[in-house]
């Protein structure tokens, strides 16, 4: 009897002892987040509505102009493509009785080529990574970029740790004006109203 007390003795002293280890490391855990927690709310933090800072800027409005007319150019030069295709299609029907089979798969072959033409274009144009991305890339990042560095420095003149981006993929359900460092980034692109007082405490 007692030499299985002793064996189950061994088998739950182990146990015990990984209990406590466990219980152990949740105390450390919860003492971790805590800290950690506080120490998120120490830092200082705002947010900026970037695309209402673009909106302001006269550069991010010719760029979209730019984009918009290169694009409504690429689309005209698709869709008379487009349009030349649906006039050999029509022209072949109207003739086919009177064709050979040989003139007839001829006329086939061609329309198929048409096709595989305009649909390779319109992929390099608005396909992925295609000329209109990468227009819109060219024109639009060096404005972002010049919005970022404003961000950037209002951040340090204020010492903020975080920045959140309201117009950014972040649902944020309730903001604090306080919080909303959105004119002096238009201060510091040189879009802000000089009678305006701003004030975050």
Not at 43 to 68: C, H, P, R
Not at 119 to 146: A, C, R, S, T
Not at 160 to 171: E, M, Y
Request: proline share 1%; net charge negative.
């Amino acid at each position: 009897m007692n030499k299985s007390l002793a064996n189950n003795g061994l088998i739950l002293n182990p146990m015990m002892r990984k209990m406590k280890n466990i219980i152990n490391f949740g105390s450390i855990l919860v003492i971790l987040l805590l800290c950690q927690s506080n120490a998120l709310l120490a830092q200082k933090f705002g947010y900026v509505d970037t695309d209402y800072v673009l909106s302001q800027m006269s550069e991010y409005k010719e760029a979209n102009a730019e984009i918009a007319k290169l694009s409504k150019a690429w689309e005209a030069e698709i869709q008379e493509m487009y349009k030349e295709i649906q006039a050999l299609e029509t022209s072949l029907k109207a003739e086919e009785v009177l064709l050979t089979k040989e003139m007839k798969d001829d006329r086939y072959k061609e329309i198929d080529r048409k096709w595989n033409e305009v649909k390779e274009y319109q992929n390099k144009i608005f396909g992925f990574e295609g000329l209109f991305f990468l227009k819109k890339k060219e024109l639009i990042k060096p404005v972002q970029d010049k919005v970022f560095e404003s961000v950037e420095k209002v951040a340090k003149v204020h010492r903020l740790q975080i920045v959140f981006d309201k117009s950014g993929d972040l649902v944020m359900i309730y903001t604090d004006p306080v919080h909303d460092y959105t004119d002096y980034v238009l201060e510091e692109l040189g879009l802000g109203d000089k009678n305006d007082v701003i004030s975050n405490n």
